[in-house]
């Protein structure tokens, strides 16, 4: 079966480090893998995007993230964390749900604080 | 401007009621989706339609119904047969091809009280 694993629940960073979120998935083909963020008590918005190609992807807000198919995962970085990046993070696969494409299974979410 | 609208942001449930969350998007977008957010559970798929007059159940599909009457709208009805209805519920769409980005409304807090 499909499924998205980020093995880690919440994550502290202090204001101007790296960061790198986690994420594993389980997928028999090749994935269509996403990162969305969710600030408190709002809906979600699109980080990036793999389907294929280059396996370095670039998003919005300066995160970018590699698919590595020999590990199956897909983590999300950032160079420099600022403090407006505190929030939850959610990795998503593509699936083949039910018959239908298109529906996509979600990880549990990592939260991130960042520390001034 | 286009986007997903989820009316309303807050709702308060007394026991036996059933309540209705509305979803309209103007996106023309086919496919639809409801997903019950829990603290630490991540997003549950409740229900998707990929195209008007039909509709999928997902995951969690028991105490919940939907219709897709048109192509913009998807109400979520949570019944009085869900046990535990007190979440977060987001509504999202997009065009059903796999892979394609699936955008979000901003959500409605649902409390029984």
């Known amino acids: 079966a499909q499924s998205v694993t980020q093995p880690d629940i919440h994550i502290t960073v202090s204001e101007g480090a790296s960061l790198e979120l986690r994420c594993n998935y389980s997928?028999?083909?090749?994935?269509?893998l996403f990162w969305y963020v969710q600030s408190p008590g709002q809906g979600l918005q699109l980080l990036l995007k793999y389907f294929s190609g280059d396996t370095l992807v670039q998003g919005i807000k300066g995160f970018e993230a590699e698919f590595k198919r020999s590990q199956s995962s897909f983590n999300l970085r950032k160079p420099s964390v600022h403090w407006s990046d505190a929030a939850e993070y959610f990795c998503?696969?593509?699936?083949?749900?039910?018959?239908?494409?298109?529906?996509?299974?979600f990880g549990k979410g990592t939260k991130l604080s960042v520390k001034p | 401007d286009g986007g997903i609208t989820q009316s309303p942001k807050y709702l308060f449930r007394k026991e036996g009621q059933n309540v209705t969350l509305s979803c309209e998007q103007n996106?023309?977008?086919?496919?639809m989706y409801w997903y019950r957010q829990d603290p630490g559970q991540g997003l549950r798929l409740i229900y998707y339609?990929?195209?008007?007059?039909?509709?999928q159940k997902g995951d969690i599909a028991e105490g919940y119904s939907v219709s897709r009457e048109k192509k913009e709208s998807f109400p979520l009805t949570v019944t009085s047969a869900q046990k535990n209805p007190t979440a977060f519920y987001l509504c999202?769409?997009?065009?059903?091809?796999?892979?394609?980005?699936?955008?979000f409304g901003e959500g409605s807090w649902l409390t029984v009280v």
């Open positions: 996106l023309n977008h086919d496919a």
């Open positions: 999202a769409s997009k065009q059903p091809l796999l892979g394609n980005t699936i955008y």
């Open positions: 339609s990929q195209i008007v007059n039909d509709f």
């Open positions: 997928y028999g083909a090749t994935p269509y």
């Open positions: 998503a696969v593509g699936a083949n749900y039910g018959g239908s494409q298109g529906n996509l299974i």
